[in-house]
């Protein structure tokens, strides 16, 4: 079992419709990363947070530690926003555990 | 704009072949990371450093060696290349006191 698990693994949307992907972890972190990667594969941090909520434009970002969990929304979706969304941890040390990852679809 | 860069974007090589993939960063990062991504499947790290001459391998095993000569390069070398060597290989780095991480845009390698 990963210890870290996304779901779905795959998300169609139409535009404006709003999304959520979630992740789950199994292990002691300091930190959680929302990671977007674009079909050429380069990856960009869209958040990193070790507690409560974050947001950037369209996007927002949730953590429950107690329960270790964590919640990636998009609002007003947009095809441009199609991608895989990743979630990592960083335990206890300063490395990044992946999880497999959400594919995103949005149809205009 | 990136921060960090990696060449070539894409590379296609016969069995056999030594390859280099290059990875600098402009940010002055102590730490930096390369990871391996099969299809379909999460990110592992495969090799870290935490500055020039540290090196240590990562979480999942790989025949590829790394050097960290200067703290903005971190090439990443595969001696004799093989079709189970084709994967995706993204680097990364990071400041040495923070959890942040910044990505390459990685190098799609496949070996035929």
């Known amino acids: 079992k990963n210890e870290v698990e996304q779901s779905p693994q795959n998300l169609t949307a139409q535009e404006g419709e709003f999304i959520t992907i979630n992740c789950s972890y199994s292990?002691?972190?300091?930190?959680l990363h929302w990671l977007q990667q674009h079909p050429g594969g380069g990856i960009v941090s869209l958040f990193m947070?070790?507690?409560g909520k974050k947001k950037h434009g369209r996007l927002i970002a949730t953590i429950n530690i107690q329960e270790k969990h964590s919640s990636l929304h998009i609002t007003a979706s947009h095809p441009r926003d199609s991608a895989v969304y990743i979630c990592?941890?960083?335990?206890?040390?300063?490395?990044?555990?992946f999880g497999t990852g959400t594919r995103l679809q949005v149809f205009p | 704009e990136a921060d960090i860069y990696q060449t070539p974007r894409y590379l296609v090589i016969g069995t056999g072949k030594k390859i280099t993939l290059e990875c600098s960063q402009t940010?002055?990062?102590?730490?930096m990371y390369w990871y391996q991504q099969d299809p379909g499947m999460e990110l592992h790290l495969i090799h870290y450093?935490?500055?020039?001459?540290?090196?240590e391998k990562g979480d999942l095993s790989s025949e590829s060696t790394v050097s960290r000569i200067r703290t903005e390069h971190f090439p990443l070398t595969l001696e004799s290349a093989r079709p189970s060597h084709t994967s995706q290989y993204l680097c990364?780095?990071?400041?040495?006191?923070?959890?942040?991480?910044?990505f390459g845009s990685g190098t799609r390698l496949t070996v035929v």
């Open positions: 990364a780095s990071s400041e040495f006191n923070s959890l942040e991480n910044t």
């Open positions: 292990v002691g972190i300091s930190a």
């Open positions: 947070l070790s507690s």
């Open positions: 990592a941890v960083v335990k206890n040390t300063d490395k990044l555990i």
């Open positions: 940010m002055g990062h102590d730490k």
């Open positions: 450093s935490y500055g020039v001459n540290s090196t």
